[in-house]
């Protein structure tokens, strides 16, 4: 209930509203993260847009996000309802579950498998997936935007599902792409009006506005499959004895009980539990090691810079591995600066606000959806002056070490509070090998495409909750003869032949 001193504080400031249908017709449909960032330049850093049936509050800086999303996040951590979610059937997953006492049973099993040190032992995975991808540029460069997807996408599915039959491989990452695109083009603010009216989901999928209905019969199937194939594959390769210990198959030995039966409810979790974990990793990792790929091409001095540290901390007779990285700080530096000058999930996931809330004199009312503007928060001048411009150095001191005192993208990258992104660490660690692998072997240039056009490039990201690069370049080379022979040598290894993508 709001008191009533809450009741006469004014609400934050916005976009003029209209009787009725208050903001409805200025709501941004395409690049929200643009229009919200130039109505936060007039109005500030918070922002009330007014919409019938749910107020929006959208987020434009860092320092309020800390404030309200990091500091109050006891009322601040739910999740709006999604109309298109639904009608997708993508409930049992609890990225969008509200804040309750199911979302944290689930949020804790997921940690237990992706916490920093839990993700270390992936890291033998996540290399050889690497060094595959190393391999396939060598062979077939013009496909290298495929194999960089498969990265993800493979290295998560060998971690939750054990697999490693090609076969199997590529039709999950299949699964997993088009599942997600369902919350891609779905979540997407504005992109639906029957999120914004929920009474249109009822609108006949021939009708006109019938588009959600029509989406929902699309995408149902791809949603259900992606949840339950790759799982009951797990359960009935333990009913074989023939499982590869993964996510999946421990948490079935932690939840089952002694005769090894799992309960319909355990069974509910466990499966929900791995496809989130599937679902959610691909395409946001892939978009980020995409954006690296622009950028090494767009700013070569920054390449150089990053090849020259690798020269000197790795040298050329080896490929970098995981106890290389924390000497590579230029890498490092670069990889931070990947998430903040493209951030792949320009505008998070939204938060609901579960109480009442006042801040700096504004009434902020229960049920507000809270949109954290994390594009422009990446891009304010004030923390990082010429935001549009790659440039790591911005996040090294005098003396080339991590400069503690500049804010670190990856705490507005990830999201806030305790929702913060859940694969966090995962998604660093693939990150960070992937780039310094990269670097350490090949020359990345625009390059020319199909027609022998230059290609020209662009930070520009797609415009979906998931923002993918718009480009890509073409021309990647291995960058001397020892690098060319470094590649080779992989796949003389043992590990190599077996690993199926
Ligand atoms: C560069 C890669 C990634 C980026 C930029 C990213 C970003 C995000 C963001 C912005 C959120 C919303 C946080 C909020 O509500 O404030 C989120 C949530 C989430 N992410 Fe990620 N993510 C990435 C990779 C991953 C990976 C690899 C996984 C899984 C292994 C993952 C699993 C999740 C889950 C489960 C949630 C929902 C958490 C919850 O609702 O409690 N993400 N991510």
Do not use: C
């Given at each position: 209930k709001w008191s009533s001193s809450k009741r006469q504080l004014p609400l934050p400031p916005g976009p003029r509203r209209k009787w009725f249908i208050g903001n409805l017709l200025d709501f941004p449909t395409t690049r929200p993260w643009l229009a919200f960032r130039d109505w936060s330049?007039?109005?500030?850093?918070?922002?009330?847009?007014?919409?019938?049936?749910?107020?929006?509050?959208?987020?434009?800086?860092?320092k309020v996000a800390n404030d309200l999303l990091d500091n109050r996040s006891t009322i601040y951590s739910g999740r709006p309802y999604s109309v298109m979610m639904e009608l997708v059937g993508s409930y049992w997953s609890f990225v969008l579950m509200p804040y309750n006492s199911i979302w944290r049973t689930q949020r804790r099993?997921?940690?237990?498998?992706?916490?920093?040190?839990?993700?270390?032992?992936?890291?033998?995975?996540?290399l050889q997936e690497t060094h595959t991808v190393l391999v396939r540029m060598l062979e077939s460069p013009e496909q290298a935007q495929k194999w960089i997807r498969n990265l993800p996408g493979s290295s998560i599915i060998r971690v939750v599902y054990g697999a490693r039959n090609a076969t199997q491989m590529r039709h999950y990452i299949y699964l997993a792409e088009r599942g997600l695109e369902a919350a891609r083009k779905a979540l997407v603010?504005?992109?639906?009006?029957?999120?914004?009216?929920?009474?249109?989901?009822?609108?006949?999928?021939?009708?006109?506005?019938?588009?959600?209905?029509?989406?929902?019969?699309?995408?149902?199937?791809?949603?259900?499959?992606?949840?339950?194939?790759?799982?009951?594959?797990?359960?009935?390769?333990?009913?074989?004895?023939k499982a590869v210990p993964s996510v999946a198959s421990r948490l079935i030995e932690d939840l089952q009980d002694e005769a090894g039966n799992l309960t319909e409810e355990a069974d509910e979790i466990v499966r929900g539990i791995s496809a989130v974990a599937y679902g959610t990793a691909a395409d946001t990792t892939t978009a980020s090691s995409e954006a690296f790929m622009v950028a090494?091409?767009?700013?070569?001095?920054?390449?150089?810079?990053?090849?020259?540290?690798?020269d000197r901390i790795v040298g050329p007779?080896?490929?970098?591995?995981?106890?290389?990285?924390?000497?590579?700080?230029?890498?490092?530096?670069?990889?931070?600066?990947?998430?903040?000058?493209?951030?792949?999930?320009?505008?998070?996931?939204?938060?609901?606000?579960?109480?009442?809330?006042?801040?700096e004199g504004y009434h902020i009312p229960k049920g507000s959806v809270v949109i954290a503007n994390i594009w422009a928060m990446l891009h304010d001048p004030d923390d990082y002056p010429e935001p549009d411009i790659f440039r790591p150095e911005r996040f090294l001191d005098k003396h080339?070490?991590?400069?503690?005192?500049?804010?670190?993208?990856?705490?507005?990258?990830?999201?806030?509070?305790r929702r913060v992104c859940a694969g966090n660490e995962f998604a660093l660690s693939v990150l960070n090998i992937f780039m310094a692998s990269m670097l350490h072997v090949?020359?990345?240039?625009?390059?020319?495409?199909?027609?022998?056009?230059?290609v020209t490039l662009t930070s520009e990201g797609s415009d979906e909750a998931i923002s993918s690069p718009m480009t890509f370049p073409r021309h990647i080379k291995p960058r001397s003869p020892h690098a060319e022979?470094?590649?080779?040598?992989?796949?003389?290894?043992?590990?190599?032949?077996?690993?199926?993508?």
């Open positions: 330049n007039e109005h500030g850093n918070l922002l009330f847009i007014d919409l019938p049936f749910r107020p929006i509050i959208v987020i434009g800086s860092a099993y997921f940690h237990d498998y992706f916490s920093r040190s839990a993700v270390q032992d992936y890291q033998t995975i996540q603010p504005g992109a639906f009006l029957a999120e914004l009216i929920p009474i249109m989901k009822h609108i006949p999928s021939w009708l006109p506005g019938g588009a959600a209905r029509r989406f929902a019969a699309e995408y149902r199937p791809i949603v259900a499959e992606m949840r339950d194939r790759a799982f009951d594959e797990v359960k009935e390769a333990m009913a074989n004895g090494m091409a767009m700013y070569p001095d920054v390449q150089r810079r990053g090849q020259a540290e690798l007779s080896r490929l970098p591995d995981f106890n290389d990285l924390d000497s590579l700080v230029y890498v490092r530096a670069i990889m931070m600066e990947t998430l903040r000058w493209m951030p792949t999930v320009p505008v998070g996931v939204a938060h609901q606000l579960d109480e009442d809330d006042i801040y080339g070490n991590i400069d503690t005192s500049v804010r670190d993208p990856i705490n507005i990258a990830f999201g806030f509070g090949y020359e990345i240039k625009p390059g020319v495409d199909v027609s022998g056009q230059p022979q470094l590649v080779r040598e992989i796949v003389l290894s043992e590990d190599f032949a077996d690993v199926a993508t």
